[in-house]
């Protein structure tokens, strides 16, 4: 993800500034505290979570604004 200033929503084709992080783990693939992140829009930040949430992938959602690096062990 780009850094807070200049996120772009993660969705395909989508080049809106992101206003949300979507903070989500694959259990399959990443160990249980490593937190990977998507940015979202509002028009597609429901979209994503049901995607990420539907596979119980989904972890939270917070805003860009409220968003820290830090708060999440190597998001990308």
Same mark, same amino acid.
Not at 42 to 58: A, I, K, P, T
């Given at each position: 993800?780009?850094? +807070? *200033?200049? /996120?772009?929503?993660? /969705?395909?084709?989508?080049?809106?500034? %992101? =206003?949300? #992080?979507? #903070?989500?783990?694959?259990?399959? =693939?990443?160990? +249980?505290?490593?937190?990977?992140?998507? /940015?979202?829009?509002?028009?597609?930040?429901?979209? =994503?979570? *049901?995607?990420?949430?539907?596979?119980?992938? =989904?972890?939270? #959602?917070?805003? #860009? %604004?409220?968003?820290?690096?830090?708060? %999440?062990?190597? /998001?990308?």
């Amino acid at each position: 993800m780009d850094t +807070p *200033q200049t /996120a772009i929503c993660s /969705a395909k084709g989508c080049r809106a500034d %992101a =206003l949300w #992080v979507l #903070v989500w783990n694959n259990p399959k =693939l990443h160990t +249980p505290d490593r937190r990977k992140t998507w /940015a979202a829009c509002d028009e597609h930040r429901e979209h =994503l979570s *049901q995607f990420l949430g539907v596979r119980g992938f =989904l972890k939270e #959602v917070v805003t #860009v %604004a409220d968003w820290t690096p830090e708060d %999440a062990r190597d /998001a990308s």
